[in-house]
């Protein structure tokens, strides 16, 4: 079987833990009424980034300013909104299997969204938290994943990720994490190792400490 050794685990969020596809598609399709543009297009650029930095993107030279405003708006509405919003499976029990392993979430949301939709589907936060209110530059920077591995006190080297987007997975490579791959979306991208979901996925605590990460024989790599 397939397998990487860690000493602590990252995760991202949207899309990794939580499938919140639904609410997100709503808060984007909805913005992108505002201004004329292509909803689908905008979702689908939208994953795994901050708010602003999407806005940037697709409305360049407007004011920075007016991007945080309206991202702040976007982000205080989907803290609202967990209508949709279901845990991925395996997740539940996955988090509760890293109890005794240093582990961090990474992720692009808003602390307030992050709360809000781990506690909708009963997923218990993990010690050390990476929110967008952290961070100077959000993914594909490595700054989220450098300030979890620095929290937790571990070498990024010594780090694995779970990712589903592309900003995420540059992101995770960009500090030197390794990566593993969480559903459909993250077939479009090289990591590691890719699984379904985390029902696909092995853990095993060794007595120094580590932890070996395997896909279940018969399941995607």
Not at 70 to 85: F, K, N, S, T, Y
Request: a negative charge; proline letters at 6%; one cysteine or more.
């Amino acid at each position: 079987m397939p397998l990487l050794a860690a000493r602590a685990v990252l995760l991202d969020m949207d899309g990794t833990l939580v499938d919140s596809d639904a609410a997100v598609e709503r808060s984007w399709l909805g913005w992108a009424a505002r201004y004329g543009l292509d909803g689908a297009y905008v979702y689908g650029i939208s994953h795994g980034r901050q708010g602003h930095e999407t806005m940037a993107d697709l409305l360049p030279g407007r004011p920075r300013e007016q991007n945080l405003a309206e991202a702040r708006e976007l982000a205080a509405a989907e803290a609202a909104d967990i209508a949709g919003v279901i845990p991925v499976p395996g997740a539940s029990g996955f988090l509760t299997a890293l109890a005794c392993v240093p582990h961090a979430l990474v992720t692009s949301a808003t602390d307030a969204i992050a709360r809000a939709r781990m506690g909708a589907v009963g997923l218990p936060l993990p010690p050390v938290m990476v929110t967008a209110d952290q961070v100077s530059a959000g993914k594909p920077a490595p700054e989220g994943f450098l300030k979890a591995a620095a929290a937790l006190g571990v070498d990024p080297v010594d780090c694995v990720a779970f990712e589903d987007s592309a900003a995420g997975l540059a992101a995770a490579r960009a500090a030197g994490v390794r990566v593993i791959g969480v559903g459909k979306r993250a077939l479009a991208y090289q990591a590691e190792l890719h699984v379904r979901d985390f029902n696909d996925l092995r853990l095993e605590l060794t007595p120094g400490g580590a932890v070996h990460i395997s896909v279940r024989s018969g399941q995607p790599e």
